[in-house]
């Protein structure tokens, strides 16, 4: 004969509780997010004696393929060219929902100035149908789970081909790695 082991439900439920939240907490390793630049269109051009400054809108598509919603702070985004640093485009603040995808809409800014430095190339590039942009951004942010918050840096690297004439995007390369801090 055996011993007599007393049966009870809330022992039952607090360990499928807990096996629960142990799974969803192994499982739910944070995933980098993507980006894909969609286009880029020019939104003015300004006379700066005696080359030109262009405003663009470049269209990002952004996907957080995790569990949990993230919230991240206003940073900027640096564009190169030639190796030399042709402008800047803004990322405002902002949060994005869990397993989600948006297109964030980034006005940027690129030097006539700095371009004119690299003219014969520009021109190379023109006949070609393509020029090379490279881009790097960190952009920092928190996630929570629950009652914790999960604080992370995304660092981009772009690697964008679009056609200098009609800013068509011909082809790009992106790598991202996150770090998340646990605190």
């Not at 360990?15 to 939104?43: E, L, Q």
């Not at 640093?85 to 949060?95: C, F, N, T, W, Y």
């Not at 914790?148 to 068509?168: A, I, N, Q």
């Amino acid at each position: 004969m055996g011993i007599k082991v007393k049966w009870s439900w809330t022992s039952a439920l607090v360990g499928a509780a807990s096996a629960t939240v142990a799974t969803a907490i192994i499982t739910a390793k944070p995933r980098t997010p993507t980006f894909d630049v969609i286009s880029i269109s020019i939104t003015s051009l300004k006379l700066n004696f005696p080359v030109v400054d262009a405003e663009l809108m470049l269209t990002v598509h952004v996907t957080n393929p995790n569990i949990a919603p993230i919230h991240y702070s206003s940073t900027e985004m640096s564009i190169f060219y030639a190796g030399s640093l042709l402008g800047s485009a803004r990322v405002d603040a902002g949060s994005q929902a869990p397993r989600s995808c948006r297109l964030l809409q980034l006005p940027a800014r690129l030097s006539g100035l700095e371009l004119s430095h690299h003219a014969a190339q520009f021109i190379t590039d023109v006949g070609r149908r393509e020029m090379v942009l490279d881009a790097a951004v960190d952009i920092e942010g928190a996630a929570r789970v629950m009652w914790w918050e999960h604080k992370f840096v995304v660092h981009v690297d772009s690697r964008v081909v679009v056609d200098p004439v009609f800013l068509d995007v011909i082809d790009q390369e992106n790598k991202a790695e996150m770090e998340v801090f646990v605190a």
